[in-house]
Structures are given as C-alpha cells and as structure tokens.
C-alpha cells in the first residue's frame, strides 16, 4: 500500500487545482444568477429553472466522466491525462458562459442553457479526474487529508479573489456585458494555466490491493451501491453543497437589498473566508486527534451558534459579520475534511467488493455536488420570484426582502442542522486502520 508522506511541491501542485476550478466555478455560483437577470434580463424563475436541468444534466455525464477515468491507461495514468486535455476547453467555457450576445429573449436563453451546460461538462471533464487524483497519490488518510486542506486553500483562495475582485475587473473593463466578458476572459485564461500546472508536479503511486481487469460498469455501479458510507457521502454532498450553493448565490442580494450596498458583497466574501484560512493552518493536528467525522460535527454546532446569532439584527452590518466569522471557523473541519471522507469510501468498497473504482466513486460523489448546487441555485430563482422579485429594480418589495433574509439566515439553519443528523452514523475514520490492514494482506497473498 502506498502510504509514503507527500512533498510539499507535490501538495501545492495538487492544491492550485481547485484555485483553477474556483476561476469559473466558484464564479458562477456567486455571480451567475445576478448575471442572468440582472445583466441579460432572465426573469428569475427561469434563471432557477435553467440552473437546476442543467446541473442534475451534468450530474449523469459526471457518471459517465467517472467511468471513462477508470478505464482511462496511458503513460500519464488515468487522472492526470484529463486536466491536460480539457484545461484549456474549460477556460473557453467559462468565457463564453460569461458572454451576452444580443440574441433577443428567446436566443439570450437558448444561448444561456448552451453555454451553462458546455460549463458544466467541460468542469466535470477536470473536476472527477481532479477529485479522483487524491487518492491515486497516497492511501495514507492523514496525507489524504493534508492534501484536502491544500485543495481547500486554494479553493478558498480563488474563491477571495472571485468574490472580491470580480465587481471591481467589470467596471476596470468598461462595465456592462464588455465588463463581464473582459473579466472572465481573465478568470479563463487563469484557471486554464493552473489545471496544467496540476497536471505537471502531481504523480500517481496507488494500484489496487489485488490486480483486476476492467470491472463492468453495471457490476461497479451495483458495488457503489453495497458501500454504506460512499451512500452517505453522497447524501452529505448533496445537502452540504445546496447550503453552499444558497448562501454564495444569495449573498449579493442580501448586500444590495438588505444590507443597501451591493459593493459589500466582497466585505462579506472575505470575512467568511479568512477565518477559514487561519483555521486550515491549525486543522490538521485536531482531525489527527478527533478524526473528520467528529470535528465535523463539533464544527457544525458553532455554525449553528453563528448563523443563530445572525438574528439578533439582521440588517446590522457589524451582527452580520460577527455571525459570518463565527460561522467561517465552525465551517473548517468540514471544508478540509468533505473530499478526504470521499477518498477514503474507495478503500471501504475495495474491502467490501473486491473492486476498485475510483473514478465513479468520485463521480457519484459529484453527482451529489451538482445536484445540490443545482437544487440550490434552483431554489434561489424560485424562491426570489415567489416573494415577487425582479431584477435591475433599485428597490425590492417587502415579500422580496422578506425572501431574501429566510434564504440566508434560516435556510442554512435548517440545512446544517441536517448535516450534523447525517455525519452521526459515519464511523468510517474507525474502521479505515483496520480496513487498510486488510487489504495490505491481501495484496501480499
């Protein structure tokens, strides 16, 4: 079994990947709704309807993505290979997803589904071979974990930088759709040149415990579906990513309408990422410690506190980013340990199955990714436009408002609450020494 300790140019060339992925994707999540109907005209209710079929589209080719990575063999390996092919196509993507043509109402939304929908495959072309890489490097949980929180750092930090910088380059490039198109043809270029630097300084060591020849894919799908915790993982995805998917969608309405001041948008972006970033330095030694299911829900009781506090004064900047601080460090065990909890379900099926197939427990994990930042982008629109908001209106009704404070106050109550019922019954970080004993053994027969 691999196991050997990673070097930290092999970390950080792992990491910068999900900076790359932040460029457009983190992009689309925060900014692509307002972009639609505030920017192209898209009624609201469409914009939701529109980013829901798209995602629970793109959540079956991350399937079928995830089944080419398996069978995937060349001098590069199986994941490697993908982020030097579809790097460059990604950026185009999101350069065009950020393109308004005027096409009229009927092609403007024509347009809107083509390009979201390229987006969406061509990041699951780099995305579930990029996920898939963590466990190709190391079987070590620790250095799993440790390689998650590089990942994280840079997601993070691409994340910063797309919240704060974006508003600024659209005005730097002349505002308007040019603003947005000049951006993004920044962000595309950028996220390109990273995956490629990914590609370049990572390495995989791991082959399965007991040599297999192409496992079917109905025979690998019924051996997901015997992998409890791969079950639960997916659950916890789904429901971890529609809170993400809400509260990084909502959060410039919440500035412009709520808090009267749109451009706070990056104020709010950063306090809920520093935070994080501190936290991702001391992490380490207390999953370590506690293991990542226990510091997860130790961590998602003070996000309960945080988002609980936020209602003292809703509409008080300085209550605001109290909660958001508090929320950001309650959020660091889960952030740095979703995708090492992933990693480590590929060893339990191999235990439980005898087969190995790392691509579709990633692709399946992301299927519950997409379809939860699709349900939750989805409930923006819909529940934007039950409360009767439209877009471009310099003021809101008091239903719209009303709207906008239960999707980014209650809803992630509700939902993290979720998330800790769920993480109860994972019990994986107990067993996995064990596990990797197992399979050791037999690798040695």
């Known amino acids: 079994?691999?196991?050997?300790?990673i070097k930290f140019r092999e970390k950080l060339g792992y990491g910068v990947g999900d900076l790359a992925g932040s460029f457009i994707w983190a992009a689309s999540g925060m900014f692509l709704t307002f972009f639609y109907t505030d920017v192209v005209g898209i009624s609201a209710a469409v914009v939701g309807t529109l980013l829901l079929v798209a995602r629970i589209f793109d959540a079956f080719v991350d399937i079928g993505v995830g089944a080419l990575v398996d069978k995937t063999n060349s001098k590069y390996g199986k994941a490697r290979p993908w982020l030097l092919?579809?790097?460059?196509?990604?950026?185009?993507?999101?350069?065009?997803?950020?393109?308004a043509p005027d096409l009229g109402p009927t092609g403007s939304l024509i347009y809107a589904y083509a390009t979201y929908l390229l987006v969406n495959v061509m990041y699951s072309a780099v995305n579930i071979p990029y996920g898939t890489l963590n466990s190709l490097i190391t079987q070590n949980a620790y250095q799993r974990s440790l390689l998650n929180i590089f990942r994280m750092v840079s997601a993070l930090t691409g994340t910063l930088i797309v919240m704060t910088m974006t508003m600024p380059l659209v005005q730097t490039f002349g505002g308007g759709k040019g603003g947005w198109f000049g951006t993004f043809a920044l962000?595309?270029?950028?996220?390109?040149f990273l995956f490629l630097i990914t590609f370049r300084s990572t390495k995989e060591r791991v082959k399965p415990s007991v040599v297999q020849k192409n496992v079917p894919f109905k025979k690998s799908i019924k051996g997901l579906f015997r992998n409890k915790y791969w079950l639960l993982m997916v659950i916890i995805?789904?429901?971890?990513?529609?809170?993400?998917?809400?509260?990084?969608?909502?959060?410039?309405?919440?500035?412009?309408?709520?808090?009267?001041?749109?451009?706070?948008?990056g104020l709010l972006g950063a306090v809920s990422i520093f935070p994080l970033f501190i936290g991702l330095l001391f992490i380490a030694p207390i999953i370590k410690r506690?293991?990542?299911?226990?510091?997860?829900?130790?961590?998602l009781i003070i996000v309960l506190l945080g988002s609980i506090f936020m209602l003292i004064n809703p509409e008080n900047l300085t209550v605001i980013i109290i909660s958001l601080i508090v929320k950001a460090i309650g959020s660091v065990p889960m952030v740095s340990s979703l995708f090492a909890m992933l990693a480590d379900t590929i060893e339990y099926g191999e235990w439980k199955t005898g087969m190995r197939n790392e691509g579709l427990v990633y692709s399946a994990g992301s299927f519950g990714s997409k379809t939860g930042s699709g349900i939750g982008a989805a409930l923006v629109g819909w529940l934007l436009a039950l409360g009767g908001y439209l877009g471009g209106q310099d003021t809101i009704s008091g239903n719209a408002s009303n709207m906008i404070e239960f999707l980014y106050i209650y809803m992630p109550i509700i939902l993290n609450a979720i998330l800790l019922l769920l993480l109860i019954p994972y019990k994986l970080d107990e067993e996995y020494p064990q596990i990797i004993e197992d399979l050791s053994a037999a690798r040695n027969i």
């Open 290 to 299: 506690f293991g990542k299911r226990n510091a997860s829900i130790g961590g």
């Open 187 to 192: 962000f595309g270029t950028l996220a390109a």
């Open 85 to 99: 092919w579809f790097a460059i196509p990604y950026g185009i993507a999101g350069v065009l997803l950020f393109s």
């Open 1 to 5: 079994m691999q196991t050997e300790n």
């Open 237 to 265: 995805m789904l429901v971890f990513n529609i809170s993400s998917s809400v509260g990084t969608a909502v959060t410039i309405y919440y500035a412009q309408y709520i808090l009267q001041n749109k451009d706070l948008v």
